[in-house]
């Protein structure tokens, strides 16, 4: 592994390569996570965007270069951007400790079922699971051991049996940890907006959820003014600023 810098350094000279489009591999896709998939727009579609971009009700802006998933977010008090390699934040006074944990949370929940379309993911069918009174479809994911920053997490899809579309989420987080965890938690997916064929969420709806019994709606998201396109963005966006804090690993 290579040799971590302290949260104060700075790095100056960053190579970010040009965006390649990387055909995916779905020999592993069930046909259960595939009717999921196409019932979005198809995981060949999406596979084939370069970048996304949203607004969101925290104030928070993404811009995601979605090939290799470079990514910068800019808020009211500070920016944070991930170059392939580093997880960096300006300015200088930011709290970086988390800023590898968290920075890419909301896309990551946003892009859903895409994001859990690549390799090394494991897929496997479980009973329907009726919630707040309707029974959906179900198929958890979980990682081959190494992949991602934390293979150890594990989701539930649970999607309208009708059309296939997502419904809920269910995940647990492990970020920092080596142990698996059966803290479940729930996410509601509510309305969706198509653009350029690719089906995504307009509201995340986090519930409570305890013992099997879901309770009422804790959080909720908003997603607006989405752009999603074939072209690359610029990746001037993604390069580390001079003076900006290096986020810690692990």
Known sequence: MASLMGCGETKTENKIEEVKVTLPKTEHHLESITKVFDAHGGFGNWSEMKQLSYDMSNGQHHLIELQSRYTRIESENDTTGFDGNEVWVTPATANASRARMTYNLYFYFYAFPFVVGDEG?????????????????????????????????????????????MAWLMYTATFGSEKASDRWNLIKYDQWQTINGITLPKSLQWYQYKDGEVGGMRNEVLFENVKLSKEAPSMDNF????????????
Do not use: F, W
């Open 121 to 165: 993911v494991i897929y496997e069918d479980v009973e329907p699971m009726n919630i707040l009174g309707t029974t959906y479809n179900g198929v958890k994911i979980s990682y081959e051991n190494g992949v991602g920053e934390s293979s150890k997490d594990n989701y539930i899809i649970y999607s309208d049996p009708k059309t296939n579309k």
């Open 239 to 250: 390069k580390i600023p001079e003076g900006a804090q290096i986020a810690p690993r692990g």
